[in-house]
């Protein structure tokens, strides 16, 4: 029997959430896959997946195994990169993560490049907006904001954003432009949940520690969007606001308020040896992020 191919078998399946497209990544037909996972579960005595006409979900005992069999399929990888040497071609399926509205923003052109330059590569992109396990989750590579606890990982600086204050035209013609942090108490706030004041705004002097919000979204795009239409202040990412700053659609509110700008990283798990495609995702990836990043900085300005 043929374990490792057993444990890629069903780590595709698991990560692509079907038999079929299991059997695409693999390059194998779909009862092929099917047997192969068939064979896998009657040898350990334990489903490893519950099946429905829509999709196909990880079984308690699944999960398991997938962690370890993420881990031993990269030790693999590894062992036969260092083998191979370090000029081998980047080959494999990489595991990506990064937060949700930056990874719809910036990911698909990002990866679009990238494999078109490396064709011995797959990727899957996972967006999530909290911060997950690297090696638990068998993921290679995460895009991260914010400043990271000592760890273990590798990080590659890509550049900075800043949490801010907008509104919309209208709404400031309407309901005036606060002047003074205290003021938004007498405001319409929209929250992102993602988003919402915490320690960084209270520090600053003069911030309410709380806002009342009418309006909460879980999507920071939809937060922005009733922004747009006059319904209120939100708290932005620079990324995502700064380019409606410059068209005129949003106007920077109480920018004195605003917390420190934060860095936006990749990071990998460390190893003696670096998988040769998580070093060249990273090598591209890192460049192209920074300029897309500086193309959407925004630097406070204060009214006159």
Do not use: C
């Amino acid at each position: 029997m043929d374990r490792f191919r057993d444990l890629e078998t069903f780590v595709a399946v698991a990560e692509t959430g079907g038999f079929a497209t299991a059997a695409q990544r693999l390059k194998a037909s779909p009862p092929a896959v099917t047997r192969i996972i068939a064979g896998l579960e009657q040898r350990l005595g334990a489903a490893l997946f519950t099946r429905s006409t829509r999709q196909v979900r990880l079984t308690e005992a699944g999960q398991r195994l997938l962690v370890r069999a993420q881990s031993l399929l990269s030790d693999l990888e590894l062992a036969e990169g260092e083998v191979a040497g370090a000029n081998a071609v980047p080959a494999g399926h990489l595991t990506i993560t990064a937060p949700v509205t930056m990874g719809r923003l910036l990911m698909p052109s990002l990866l679009t490049g990238f494999l078109k330059a490396h064709d011995r590569i797959t990727a899957n992109v996972v967006l999530l907006d909290r911060i997950s396990n690297l090696i638990e989750d068998g993921v290679d590579v995460a895009l991260r904001v914010g400043q990271l606890p000592d760890s273990t990982l590798i990080a590659r600086h890509v550049g900075e954003v800043r949490r801010m204050l907008v509104a919309s035209p209208a709404y400031l013609r309407k309901h005036g432009r606060p002047k003074k942090p205290t003021d938004l108490k007498q405001h319409t706030f929209i929250a992102f949940n993602g988003l919402m004041p915490n320690a960084d705004w209270s520090a600053n002097a003069g911030f309410p520690k709380s806002l009342k919000s009418p309006l909460e979204f879980n999507d920071a795009s939809a937060a922005i969007a009733a922004v747009e239409a006059g319904e209120g202040i939100t708290i932005a990412w620079s990324y995502l606001a700064a380019p409606r700053v410059r068209d005129g659609t949003l106007v920077q509110i109480l920018p004195a308020a605003w917390p420190p700008a934060v860095p936006v990283q990749l990071v990998y798990p460390e190893s003696r040896l670096v998988a040769s495609k998580v070093r060249a995702f990273v090598d591209y990836a890192a460049p192209n992020l920074r300029a897309a990043l500086l193309e959407r900085r925004l630097t406070p300005r204060h009214p006159r």
